[in-house]
């Protein structure tokens, strides 16, 4: 069963406005990293976040991460037509096997020119 | 630096029949992974090789499904014989360590 579950499922915007994808996850993390993948196409690494982390910042990328409330956040600040693709948080899990990444059910991003 | 590197990109077949997909890794990259993408959900481990022994293949329906990593390098994926619900993409990925490198999958299409 997927340990993430993003939200929304499906997001659209307008050029130049932000998009906050929310994930949330069931079990204790080592780290929780957001992909992209964009039309057919495979998966691409945006961000990680340690589960002792609060925040992180990657060019117009904000994650933020609440292990208390077992959720992550991520905010593209911005919006690029460039950006639509689907969105994926994926973490890792203090009892799975080492590396391995469980990921949720994504949000399909649109931004609109 | 090549990526990770996926053939056939498409493949249609009939149910029943065998299809194999393949996947040469990053150089230097001792792991190995074997991804299920079915439309609209995210993608679910199938196996997790390390070099060229398995990690975990808890998740591989092994009674169709099979894959090697000979000598550490390149992987194959099989399935044999195929079903309806086995359309989807496989993906591979690869890692040095913590993040994982994705190739452009495969489309199976199982008719």
């Known amino acids: 069963s997927q340990q993430g579950e993003e939200d929304p499922q499906a997001l659209s915007i307008q050029e130049g406005e932000n998009a906050t994808m929310n994930c949330s996850y069931k079990?204790?993390?080592?780290?929780l990293q957001w992909y992209r993948q964009n039309s057919g196409r495979g998966l691409v690494h945006l961000i990680l976040?340690?589960?002792?982390?609060r925040e992180k910042h990657s060019g117009r990328l904000r994650v933020t991460l609440d292990t208390s409330k077992k959720s992550s956040s991520l905010l593209i600040t911005a919006s690029r037509a460039a950006d639509t693709a689907s969105y994926f948080c994926a973490t890792t899990t203090s009892s799975g096997s080492a590396r391995q990444l469980t990921f949720g059910s994504g949000t399909q991003l649109t931004v609109l020119p | 630096e090549a990526g990770v590197a996926q053939s056939p990109r498409y493949k249609i077949i009939e149910k029943r029949q065998s299809v194999a997909f393949w996947c040469n890794p990053i150089?230097?990259?001792?792991?190995l992974y074997w991804y299920q993408q079915i439309l609209g959900q995210g993608p679910k481990l199938l196996i997790q090789?390390?070099?060229?022994?398995?990690?975990?293949d808890s998740q591989l329906p092994k009674d169709r499904f099979s894959a090697e990593r000979l000598k550490g390098v390149d992987s194959t994926l099989k399935i044999q014989p195929a079903k309806l619900e086995d359309s989807a993409v496989y993906l591979c990925?690869?890692?040095?360590?913590?993040?994982?490198?994705f190739g452009p999958g495969t489309r199976l299409t199982v008719l």
């Open positions: 079990t204790s993390i080592n780290n």
């Open positions: 150089s230097g990259h001792a792991t």
């Open positions: 976040i340690r589960s002792n982390e």
């Open positions: 090789f390390q070099n060229n022994g398995v990690v975990d």
């Open positions: 990925a690869s890692s040095p360590g913590t993040l994982q490198f």
